[in-house]
């Protein structure tokens, strides 16, 4: 299995709804990555799990909270978004925490906040 | 100078020519590089990793010179499926895989 999952493939919710992101790896990766793509835009870097333990967190804003189960899990969970936080919000994944392992991307969640 | 620099194009290219993309880097000592594409609407797909000179790989070929810190990607005989916008990604370094992405190069093969 080389891939990684993320469910759900489109999300549209309001301002004051709670809803949660998931992505599944099973490659034995040990580190896992949340980043957030605007259009025509690279993706951004958001959090960053190392060993299921958050390891970096790019100043995101609190409405985003992120939990790494296990080592195959990562969840992002969203609560009272605003609109501009509508975006592809992809998973990422790398053997390890190395700056030489390559990251390999889920096929990301499409979310529109109304 | 920008972490990761790239030309946003567009290329628009006919089949079968051969494009070629730069990516300059501002740090140093960075040891590995990525090239991935991206289709519209769709997930970063690694296309290449170069750890030294340079690498290959069918019509693909990626070079690294570090004298000019600059990486490229050479396509020959280009598909209309090779359409895409190629990102240039750069690690940070230090303890943690924060990777840095160029703005990414759009490339249109015309029939």
């Known amino acids: 299995d080389t891939e990684v999952t993320q469910t759900p493939k489109h999300l549209v919710m309001g301002m004051t709804n709670k809803k949660s992101l998931k992505c599944e790896q099973h490659?034995?990766?040990?580190?896992m990555y949340w980043y957030k793509q605007k259009a025509k835009k690279p993706p951004e870097l958001m959090f960053v799990?190392?060993?299921?333990?958050?390891?970096i967190n790019e100043s995101v804003p609190s409405r985003f909270s992120p939990e790494c189960p296990n080592s195959s899990l990562l969840n992002l969970h969203l609560h009272a978004l605003q609109p501009e936080d509508s975006a592809l919000y992809l998973c990422?994944?790398?053997?390890?925490?190395?700056?030489?392992?390559?990251?390999?991307f889920g096929p990301g969640t499409r979310l529109t906040v109304l | 100078r920008k972490e990761v620099e790239q030309d946003p194009g567009p290329f628009n290219v006919p089949e079968g020519a051969t494009v070629a993309f730069n990516c300059t880097y501002s740090?140093?000592?960075?040891?590995?590089f990525f090239w991935y594409r991206q289709d519209c609407r769709k997930e970063p797909k690694l296309l290449m990793s170069?750890?030294?000179s340079g690498n290959e790989d069918g019509r693909f070929t990626a070079q690294l010179n570090r004298a000019s810190q600059y990486i490229s990607l050479l396509i020959r005989d280009s598909k209309l499926s090779d359409s895409a916008t190629y990102l240039c990604?750069?690690?940070?370094?230090?303890?943690?895989?924060?990777?840095?992405f160029g703005t990414g190069t759009l490339l249109a093969v015309q029939p």
């Open positions: 990422a994944s790398s053997l390890t925490p190395s700056g030489d392992n390559e990251q390999f």
């Open positions: 490659m034995g990766h040990r580190a």
């Open positions: 799990y190392s060993y299921e333990k958050l390891s």
């Open positions: 740090n140093s000592a960075s040891q590995s």
């Open positions: 170069v750890y030294s």
């Open positions: 990604v750069v690690p940070r370094g230090g303890a943690t895989n924060k990777l840095i």
